[in-house]
C-alpha cells in the first residue's frame, strides 16, 4: 500500500498539494434577456422583432465567452422560473441581464433570486442610437426597455443588491467594451481563486509595507500559499546536469547580446533556472515568490532574476521577489486581465521634464516588454549579496504606450489597491544593469507622488503595459478591497 507524504518530505504525490494543481476553466456567463408577455398580444409582430434585437446581443456575447448560458425570452413568470433554474444548475459565474421590453421587475427577480449570489451586470440597451423620428407606438415598446431598466435598479437598491449597469445601443462598442472590461474582472478574479502561490524564503527584513497575514489573505484573494524551504530549490538545483545547463546557455547566448558577465555567468543563471522550473511543476505552482539575497545566492553562485524571468515568459507564470504577496497577486490579476506578463519595480526618481516617474525593476520581466529583442543587453546582477561572479541579468526599458501601475497592499481599513493610469514613453535606455521604464502621468508628477505617498503605499509597484485601470477597479469591487485611483 502506497504511504502518503508531505511535500515536504519531497513525495512525488503528496497528500497536502493538489495533483496536477488547479483546474483552469473560462468564464461562465449565463445570459438572463427578458420582454414583457402582455405586450405580444397587443402587437402580434412585436416579439419576433424583439427577439431578433436581442439576438444581436446573444451573437456577440456567444462569440467573445464561449460556453455561455442562454435564458431564451424571459417574458412569464413560469419562464423565468425556468431560466433562474438553468442558470443555478449551470453554476454560471456571471450574470448578464438584458431587457429588449419593459419587464415588471417581478418576473426579473423571480429569474434573479436562484442566482442571487453572482455578480450581476444589467444591459440597458436599444435598438438604435437615436429616437426615430417617424417611430409609432409599437417602436416605442420596442424601446422600452430602459423604462423596466430604471423600476428594477430602484428596486434592487431598496433590497440591497448590488449590479454593474451598462447603458447603449444594440451595436454600441462602448458598451460591449464596459462589458469586457467587467467580464475580464470577474475572470481574473475567478483566475485568482485556489491558484498556488509557492514561497521561497521571507519578507525581506524591515519591509513592513508588505508584510501581511497570509491568513487574511487566503480569505480576501482566495490563494493557497505554500511555504517552500530552501533546500527543496537547493535539492533540484543539484540535480540539474551540466549538459542542460549548457544547452540553455547556449540558447540564451545566441538570442541576446551581453555585457559584464561571462559564459560562466550565464551558464550558473541557466542551472538555477531549470531548476527554478522543475520546481514550479512538482509543486504546480501558478506564481512564485522567492528571496535569493545572502543564503540561496551563495549556494548556488548566482541570482535568481533570470530564472524568475523565463518562467514567466515560458510557463505564464507571475513571479517577483521579497516576499511581496499583494504585488504579486496584483501581476496575477494584470496577467490575466491582458494576457502580458507585469513587471514589479520599485518608485524611483520623477523627470519634470516628461512629467513622468522613474521605475526600477528587480531584474524580472519578459523580453516583449522592449521594443525589440535586439535592444535587451544580458548583463550582470547590480546587486551583489555575497556571491561569486556576476549573476545573470535583462538590461531593457519598456517600450512606448499606454500603461497601469497598480499594486494591492495591507492599508488601515484591510486590503487596499492602488490604480494608476500612465504612458511609457520613449527614452534612452540607461545603462543600467537593470529593468527600468519611464511612465508619464496625468497630473503634475510632483502633485502625483505626493498623492500617491499621503494615501500611503509600498515601495513596490506593479506595471503592465495597457490600459487596464476600470479593469483592475471591477476587481477590486468583486474583492471588496479600497480601491484608490490617481
Not at 443555478?88 to 442566482?115: H, P
Not at 531584474?363 to 544580458?378: C, F, Q, V, Y
Not at 495591507?410 to 494608476?420: H, K, M, T
Request: glycine letters at 10%; proline letters at 2%.
Amino acid at each position: 500500500m502506497e504511504v502518503i507524504k508531505s511535500f515536504e518530505e519531497g513525495a512525488g504525490q503528496s497528500g497536502d498539494i493538489l495533483t496536477g494543481g488547479k483546474e483552469k476553466a473560462p468564464l461562465k456567463v449565463g445570459v438572463l434577456t427578458c420582454g414583457y408577455f402582455e405586450y405580444w398580444r397587443m402587437y402580434p409582430t412585436l416579439k419576433a422583432t424583439v427577439e431578433g434585437d436581442l439576438k444581436v446581443v446573444c451573437d456577440r456575447i456567444a462569440k467573445e465567452y464561449p460556453g455561455a448560458v442562454f435564458s431564451g425570452m424571459v417574458d412569464t413568470l413560469d419562464s423565468a422560473a425556468e431560466a433562474g433554474k438553468r442558470l443555478k444548475k449551470e453554476d454560471v459565474d456571471v450574470v448578464l441581464l438584458v431587457y429588449g421590453t419593459y419587464t415588471a421587475d417581478f418576473i426579473t427577480l423571480t429569474a434573479l433570486d436562484y442566482v442571487a449570489e453572482k455578480p450581476l451586470i444589467i444591459f440597458s440597451t436599444q435598438p438604435h442610437a437615436d429616437v426615430d423620428k417617424n417611430g409609432d407606438y409599437e417602436g416605442s415598446l420596442r424601446n422600452s426597455a430602459v423604462i423596466g431598466i430604471a423600476q428594477l435598479t430602484g428596486t434592487l437598491r431598496k433590497m440591497k443588491r448590488d449590479y454593474k449597469i451598462v447603458v447603449g445601443h444594440l451595436h454600441d462598442e462602448r458598451a460591449y467594451e464596459v462589458i469586457g472590461q467587467y467580464m475580464s474582472g470577474r475572470k481574473a478574479v475567478k483566475e485568482l481563486h485556489e491558484s498556488n502561490i509557492g514561497i521561497i524564503g521571507h519578507v525581506f527584513r524591515g519591509m513592513y509595507d508588505i508584510e501581511l497575514s497570509k491568513t487574511f489573505f487566503k480569505s480576501t484573494f482566495g490563494v493557497n500559499i505554500i511555504q517552500i524551504q530552501s533546500s527543496h530549490l537547493l535539492d533540484v538545483w543539484a540535480e540539474v546536469t551540466e549538459e542542460e545547463a549548457e544547452k540553455e546557455t547556449k540558447k540564451l547566448l545566441d538570442r541576446f547580446k551581453r555585457k559584464n558577465v561571462t559564459e560562466l555567468d550565464v551558464k550558473r543563471a541557466m542551472r538555477l533556472a531549470i531548476a527554478m522550473q522543475r520546481l514550479a511543476e512538482k509543486f504546480s505552482l501558478d506564481a512564485m515568490c522567492f528571496l535569493d539575497q545572502h543564503f540561496v545566492q551563495r549556494q548556488v553562485l548566482t541570482s535568481a532574476r533570470m530564472g524568475a524571468s523565463l518562467l514567466m515568459e515560458r510557463t505564464g507564470m507571475s513571479v517577483n521577489c521579497e516576499g511581496d504577496l499583494g504585488g504579486l497577486v496584483t501581476m496575477m490579476l494584470m496577467r490575466s486581465i491582458s494576457g502580458r506578463a507585469a513587471l514589479m519595480g520599485e518608485w524611483g526618481e520623477y523627470d519634470t521634464a516628461t512629467n513622468s516617474i522613474f521605475v526600477i525593476g528587480h531584474g524580472i520581466g519578459t523580453p516583449d516588454m522592449a521594443k525589440s529583442e535586439e535592444e535587451i543587453l544580458l548583463t550582470r546582477t547590480p546587486e551583489e549579496w555575497g556571491f561569486e561572479g556576476a549573476g545573470c541579468n535583462y538590461e531593457l526599458i519598456m517600450k512606448p504606450g499606454k500603461a497601469t501601475i497598480a499594486h494591492i497592499m495591507e492599508g488601515p481599513e484591510g486590503y487596499r489597491l492602488l490604480v494608476s493610469k500612465a504612458e511609457s514613453i520613449e527614452f534612452p535606455r540607461l545603462s543600467f544593469d537593470e529593468l527600468h521604464a519611464v511612465l508619464k502621468v496625468q497630473k503634475p508628477v510632483n502633485e502625483y507622488l505626493e498623492e500617491v505617498f499621503d494615501f500611503g503605499v509600498s515601495h513596490h509597484c506593479i506595471v503592465t503595459l495597457g490600459d487596464v485601470a476600470e479593469e483592475l477597479k471591477n476587481v477590486g469591487k468583486a474583492l471588496g478591497i479600497k480601491v484608490f485611483e490617481v
